[in-house]
């Protein structure tokens, strides 16, 4: 993408002398639709044009159906947005009067269009309270979108309609390994099964869905994920043809619109979708809840987890040299899926607290940072257990930063028969740490502008053995208790979330159908 201070590709339509505006966008991508109305009331300030990069007929209803005031162009064979180079539309080019960037917008971004229209004299155009997002990541440019194979011309995706076209068939020639072609156009760094059209029908004769329906349109690019697609993609992970059960449930949850998958690839943190299996389902299709549950101990686990990350990258086009913007990524980005050991859970399993009986399957998503292990091995409280997990907490994201965000407690076994035996119940375990998860105030004294420190005034007070703290935690709601790992070792671990709330990620739960 052209850089801010750098002069702007030639375009016809600029005005030489005076502030230009380029605006690239997609007439079905949910972000645009929310940000270009914004931009009418500056069209007198600055010279607005723009850029569509889908088809004349579709450009045009989107103009009339959005009430645009300014002029709008077709990108025609994308080469201005070659030219622009943006990552993801809508992305917004503020030219000067000599043709420089002086200000790039990505996405939604309120501050960003406020501070936009300070550039040109005007007021804040995009008001707090309006009912709309202050932050919402847009959809791939479709200049970094694979061609379409069909040669129909139609990039648009059609939002509303419940079927789509069968997937491409590709013929591989005799001379091309196949492992290869796959990995080089469908995969992620590691091998993947190469998805024949046999092993594809396999896949879904095991589901009793038309393989031609949408069972989510998946961003940033909002490709639609047919159940054909899904079955493609579980192929290349390595997945026995049982868990298309709970491949279709699993990608209508990650794209959900309270899970924010949109917002989980667009990041830069480190989060990743983590995969929690309840119910009867884990010993039917064989997903592992006991020592190294974490790890590549079972083929479901590994194979689901895997599946969800090459949908995302494959259909969703959350490419890790797109729009996948992790500054330090995740190894859960490979495969995150665990099964909660419900066989060691004295408690109600975390399905059941989440509204669901005991003997219903479901999946959890919730988006995850690596697990912060615990290690208590000499604690004869259960208690003084808590607190080690509660010192763990208190670090999660930025360990000044407190309220913004969420938390799955994976407690172990051992640890587990421990709280059990001094009568802590689920809840008074989530209470506990809620109460006792803070940052000491006098961490805040040296004014040293660190992150956390400059919302401080907005933290609730509390005190913790006596000291003053801010609690980290903005409600009981946002700490989860899974019981996961192995028998022996007392081992527990600590997994921060991404940002949470409306703007952020909330985990989801689904039912997976017997």
């Known amino acids: 993408m052209i850089a801010e201070g ?25 972000t645009c639709q929310i940000t270009l109305p914004y931009l009418n009331s500056l069209k007198d300030s600055v010279n607005i044009i723009g850029i569509s990069q889908d088809d004349e007929s579709a450009t045009r209803e989107f103009v009339t159906q959005m009430r645009l005031a300014f002029p709008v162009e077709v990108d025609r064979g994308l080469k201005l947005s070659r030219a622009f180079d943006p990552q993801s539309v809508p992305t917004l080019f503020l030219l000067d009067k000599a043709g420089q960037v002086q200000r790039t917008v990505v996405g939604l971004d309120k501050a960003a269009l406020n501070a936009l229209a300070a550039d040109v004299g005007r007021p804040a155009i995009a008001p707090e309270h309006d009912g709309m997002p202050a932050w919402k990541p847009g959809c791939g440019s479709r200049h970094l979108e694979p061609e379409s194979k069909n040669g129909d011309g139609d990039s648009s995706i059609h939002f509303l309609r419940p079927t789509a076209e069968r997937a491409s068939r590709i013929s591989v020639p005799d001379d091309v390994d196949p492992v ?3 990995i080089d156009h469908f995969g992620d760094a590691l091998p993947v099964v190469p998805p024949t059209i046999e092993r594809v029908q396999k896949m879904l004769a095991a589901c009793s869905v038309p393989a031609e329906t949408v069972i989510a349109r998946v961003p940033p690019c909002y490709g639609e994920a047919t159940v054909e697609k899904i079955a493609a993609n579980a192929v290349m992970a390595g997945c026995p043809p049982e868990l298309m059960r709970v491949l279709l ?19 830069t943190h480190f989060a990743a979708p983590l995969v929690i299996i309840n119910g009867p389902v884990r010993q039917q299709l ?15 686990n590994s194979t689901l987890g895997r599946a969800l990350q090459l949908i995302l990258l494959n259909v969703g086009g959350g490419r890790p040299d797109g729009i996948d913007m992790s500054t330090l990524g995740n190894p859960g980005k490979f495969s995150y899926c665990i099964a ?28 995850a940072e690596p697990p912060r ?5 000499t604690a004869q409280r259960g208690k003084t257990i808590l607190k080690a997990v509660a010192q763990a907490l208190a670090t999660v994201w930025s360990y000044r930063l407190c309220g913004r965000n969420e938390a799955v407690v994976v407690l172990c076994p051992e640890h587990v028969k421990s709280l059990h035996r001094d009568g802590f119940t689920r809840q008074q375990v989530r209470q506990f740490l809620f109460e006792n998860t803070g940052v000491p105030l006098r961490h805040y004294k040296e004014n040293d502008n660190g992150e956390g420190t400059q919302l401080a005034s907005t933290y609730r007070r509390i005190t913790i053995d006596g000291e003053p703290c801010y609690q980290k935690f903005r409600a009981l709601e946002s700490l989860h208790i899974v019981v996961a790992g192995g028998t022996a070792g007392k081992f527990s671990a600590v997994i921060g979330s991404w940002a949470t709330g409306e703007q952020g990620s909330q985990m989801v739960t689904y039912p997976i159908p017997d």
């Open 6 to 30: 750098q002069i702007a590709p030639a375009l016809p339509a600029l005005q030489p002398g005076k502030p230009n505006l380029v605006v690239f966008f997609e007439t079905d991508c949910p």
């Open 180 to 182: 290869e072609y796959s």
């Open 249 to 267: 449930p699993l990608v209508r949850a990650v794209c959900d619109e309270r899970f924010n998958i949109h917002g989980v690839q667009a990041t």
């Open 286 to 300: 064989g997903f592992w809840s006991q020592r190294n549950v974490f790890s590549n101990v079972a083929r479901a």
């Open 340 to 367: 909660e050991n419900e066989e060691e859970n004295p408690w109600e399993p975390l399905h059941v607290e989440r509204g669901f009986a005991r003997d219903q399957s479901a999946v959890t998503l919730f988006a």
């Open 373 to 377: 292990g615990v290690s208590e091995h």
